[in-house]
């Protein structure tokens, strides 16, 4: 190993300032690291709690498993807390733990370039390309749900009324006794219904297809709990743990196949909440799927069948044959005319660091080594591509946990990388392709006893219809990522 890279304080750039880069500051300092910069293209902190500020949203892990393990809070209003108190918290976490003092704003990561054993980072800010800054590693935390998707319909630009995607919600928008219209069912479109219906004019909601609904308790918690767990600490542990053991054994079992019993309930469950709450057997009929639960991603929500069969809310199954400057017309020649149109679309799934250039060795651009799809060792190591971790990266666990722990586990596997540099054994390292390939093999043939594959279109399928996700337990995941294999990586001494 290069003498005075040992003998130099090792530097980091974190890019992306929400749950996983706000976690990633927290760790290097942990370990002994100050010498890194996080990079947030917007002014603040939050990530998608940030940018999706759409009424009615939510987290549906329960508060208690949807923080971090080493600051858990007592003040959760709910069990499953609204977005706003989530972002408030990891702002808050953020200030405690001195994270603001790493992070240049307004500043975004448009290249990275792998040279002379270190990673050129070129930022622009506003309009302005600034000077690059050279790091030994680089932690990429930029998010999957991050890219909005927008749906290709025709004239969807001539629309007069007010339009906007739930992931970049504009307060300004004024929606008292408007008609309102929602394009989309997955759970950004579901929380929507259910914040908005009967606080509108009309609400018209727009299904292609129809959604499992996972029914779900959601207490507040009282002042009398809240004081509890700020009392008794251990108390919150011991509920997490219990949701940990839950979620793992029920849940994320079930949807990979680990657990039949487990995803039979889920079905018996999600068609109870139907048949047992939509009262007009029509509506049952255009609310029931045709597939098996879990097959796209689960809704859970408390509200939805109630919100749907409001006086003032109409649920449309016909095809959008097209958008118009007064509404949107479907395929049997009705014009739904509108004020407001709302795109609850989803994300871009696929983008993770993109669009940013990403340069590896020899030249190699990201684009290149994903030219078919994204892919990465274990959702973390891209071959050719040194010191750079991905966090929940592609074919991770996005579908069957919570992404706090997952990219808490995939932080402290490249931790331990890391710590090969320091104590001198190599000055950088990279998935091997072969390795690579071979887990990514080893991956496609698992998702064949996955819920996912069995007869449904969802944002979880890449494009040749397999699952681009981690298709074993969670147990599998913890204990995988409990020490990286030197045989699996490309070592530079």
């Given amino acids: 190993m290069n003498s005075n890279k040992q003998n130099t304080a090792l530097n980091f750039a974190i890019i992306g300032g929400g749950m996983a880069g706000i976690l990633s500051a927290i760790k290097l300092k942990e370990a002994g690291f100050t010498n890194f910069t996080l990079f947030e293209k917007a002014e603040s902190l939050g990530g998608t709690w940030r940018e999706n500020a759409y009424p009615g949203i939510a987290c549906d892990v329960p508060s208690h498993l949807y923080c971090y393990s080493f600051e858990q809070n007592p003040d959760w209003s709910y069990a499953c807390s609204p977005g706003k108190e989530i972002l408030s918290y990891f702002q808050n976490v953020a200030k405690k733990y001195g994270v603001l003092e790493h992070v240049k704003f307004g500043t975004e990561v448009s290249k990275l370039q792998f040279d002379n054993e270190q990673w050129q980072l070129e930022t622009r800010t506003g309009d302005k390309i600034e000077e690059k800054e050279s790091f030994d590693f680089v932690i990429s935390a930029s998010g999957v749900l991050h890219h909005p998707s927008y749906p290709d319909i025709a004239g969807l630009d001539t629309f007069k009324g007010q339009q906007v995607h739930s992931a970049r919600w504009d307060d300004t928008i004024d929606l008292k006794g408007k008609r309102v219209g929602i394009i989309g069912t997955g759970s950004s479109a579901i929380q929507i219904v259910g914040a908005l219906a009967g606080k509108v004019g009309h609400l018209v909601q727009f299904q292609r297809t129809a959604q499992w609904i996972m029914p779900r308790e959601n207490p507040a918690y009282t002042d009398a ?4 767990f700020r009392d008794n600490p251990q108390a919150m542990a011991a509920i997490r743990q219990e949701q940990v053991e839950m979620a793992e054994g029920g849940f994320s079992a079930a949807v990979v ?17 139907l048949e047992g709450n939509v009262k007009d057997p029509v509506l049952r009929e255009k609310l029931r799927p045709s597939y098996t639960a879990a097959c796209k991603r689960l809704i859970i929500s408390d509200n939805y069948y109630k919100a749907i069969q409001h006086r003032d809310t109409e649920l449309v199954t016909t095809s959008i044959e097209a958008v118009e400057p007064a509404g949107v017309r479907t395929t049997d020649g009705e014009l739904h005319e ?35 799809r994204p892919s990465a060792y274990l959702s973390v190591s891209v071959p050719q591509f040194p010191n750079l971790a991905l966090l929940n990266g592609p074919n991770g666990p996005v579908g069957n946990f919570s992404l706090i722990d997952v990219a808490d586990i995939q932080l402290d596997y490249f931790m331990k990388m890391v710590e090969w540099v320091r104590e001198g054994d190599c000055s950088a390292f990279s998935a091997k392709s072969q390795a690579a390939e071979s887990n990514e093999a080893e991956r496609v043939e698992a998702t064949k006893k996955t819920v996912w594959v069995s007869g449904c279109d969802s944002w979880y399928l890449d494009d040749r219809g397999i699952p681009a996700v981690w298709p074993w337990s969670m147990a599998r995941f913890r204990s995988v990522m409990e020490k990286p294999n030197k045989a699996d990586f490309e070592l530079v001494v």
């Fill in 225 to 228: 709990e809240k004081q509890h």
């Fill in 257 to 273: 196949g680990d657990n039949p019993d487990a995803l039979k309930e889920i079905g018996r469950l999600t068609l109870e909440n």
């Fill in 338 to 372: 509108l004020d407001v149109l709302i795109l609850a679309t989803g994300f871009k799934v696929d983008q993770f660091m993109r669009p940013m250039e990403v340069v590896g060795r020899n030249g190699v651009t990201l684009e290149q080594a994903w030219s078919e």
